[in-house]
């Protein structure tokens, strides 16, 4: 399971001797890598009862880390694990209230595993149409001839344009008034900066606003797909398929289910067996 950032991480070992029962080592450490590369060492961890060693680690970052516990000394051995925390916004388009509404769930225990599969229907939708929850995006890029492509799309917004390196804001156009600067050209994402050429950093809000119904129906379906495969999965096997997930499938392995792709646009490239693009 993935946890939020803020969170506490329940982190463990358990200690044995030569006969495998519960036993002290000598001294026992933590040493967790966080994900920009640095590390927080807790040393030594006191066991909470015998052979076993408990730790609570409060989440700072978001990413993957690696817990690394050393017992030295008697009963010396060692142990490595990685846990995931998301970011306080990862991009999520669909709330866990709307996929159990869409499952027709009525507890909560499922609740953990749900949220990541959220994320992975989401992300899944994202990788083939581009940024749907709006964020904003910073880029340093490279103006030729007053044009500059941004590399993440759809854009909504241009927040600011500086150049670089001495970050002097570029202004708004105004054609009426004849002043030079940036304007967005079109939605696909390219920029124009009249009559110049150089370096620029350019904040921009990325994604749909607002966000589009069968984009967040598109999502609740893939979810569910998701869900219902993995309860049941025929021995370990691909789930089984139902008669439009059949013709998706027909059409090229591992595509997304046919009401999905019909959801988002995509059953266009399908039919005529094209790559699915953003």
């Given at each position: 399971m993935s946890w939020d950032l803020g969170d506490k991480v329940p982190l463990s070992i358990a200690v044995t001797d030569s006969e495998n029962v519960p036993a002290n080592a000598g001294n026992v450490s933590l040493t967790i890598t966080l994900p920009d590369g640095s590390t927080t060492t807790i040393d030594p961890v006191v066991p909470t009862s015998t052979g076993i060693y408990?730790?609570?680690?409060?989440?700072?970052?978001?990413?993957?880390?690696?817990?690394?516990?050393?017992?030295?000394?008697?009963?010396?051995?060692?142990?490595?694990?990685?846990?995931?925390?998301?970011?306080?916004?990862?991009?999520?388009?669909?709330?866990?209230?709307?996929?159990?509404?869409?499952?027709?769930?009525?507890?909560?225990?499922?609740?953990?595993?749900?949220?990541?599969?959220?994320?992975?229907?989401?992300?899944?939708?994202?990788?083939?149409?581009?940024?749907?929850?709006?964020?904003?995006?910073?880029?340093?890029?490279?103006?030729?001839?007053?044009?500059?492509?941004?590399?993440?799309?759809?854009?909504?917004?241009?927040?600011?344009?500086?150049?670089?390196?001495?970050?002097?804001?570029?202004?708004?156009?105004?054609?009426?008034?004849?002043?030079?600067?940036?304007?967005?050209?079109?939605?696909?994402?390219?920029?124009?900066?009249?009559?110049?050429?150089?370096?620029?950093?350019?904040?921009?809000?990325?994604?749909?606003?607002?966000?589009?119904?069968n984009f967040r129906l598109a999502a609740l379906d893939l979810v569910r797909h998701l869900w219902q495969g993995s309860q049941h999965n025929n021995g370990g096997g691909r789930p089984a398929l139902g008669d439009s997930d059949a013709i998706a499938a027909s059409v090229r392995p591992y595509a997304l289910p046919y009401r999905v792709s019909e959801l988002l646009g995509l059953k266009r490239h399908q039919e005529r067996d094209e790559p699915l693009v953003g």
């Amino acid at each position: 399971m993935s946890w939020d950032l803020g969170d506490k991480v329940p982190l463990s070992i358990a200690v044995t001797d030569s006969e495998n029962v519960p036993a002290n080592a000598g001294n026992v450490s933590l040493t967790i890598t966080l994900p920009d590369g640095s590390t927080t060492t807790i040393d030594p961890v006191v066991p909470t009862s015998t052979g076993i060693y408990d730790y609570d680690y409060l989440a700072v970052q978001a990413g993957r880390h690696n817990a690394y516990w050393l017992a030295t000394g008697v009963n010396a051995c060692s142990f490595s694990d990685v846990f995931d925390v998301v970011p306080a916004d990862d991009g999520d388009f669909v709330s866990l209230a709307d996929v159990k509404h869409h499952l027709k769930k009525l507890t909560d225990e499922d609740d953990e595993d749900l949220r990541w599969f959220i994320g992975a229907a989401c992300q899944v939708i994202k990788d083939r149409m581009g940024h749907v929850a709006p964020a904003t995006v910073v880029a340093d890029l490279s103006a030729r001839r007053g044009v500059l492509v941004l590399p993440e799309r759809p854009v909504i917004s241009i927040t600011s344009v500086v150049r670089l390196p001495g970050g002097e804001a570029v202004p708004p156009a105004d054609p009426l008034a004849g002043t030079d600067g940036w304007t967005l050209k079109n939605s696909e994402g390219v920029l124009l900066v009249p009559a110049w050429c150089g370096d620029v950093r350019t904040t921009y809000r990325v994604g749909r606003s607002p966000l589009p119904q069968n984009f967040r129906l598109a999502a609740l379906d893939l979810v569910r797909h998701l869900w219902q495969g993995s309860q049941h999965n025929n021995g370990g096997g691909r789930p089984a398929l139902g008669d439009s997930d059949a013709i998706a499938a027909s059409v090229r392995p591992y595509a997304l289910p046919y009401r999905v792709s019909e959801l988002l646009g995509l059953k266009r490239h399908q039919e005529r067996d094209e790559p699915l693009v953003g």
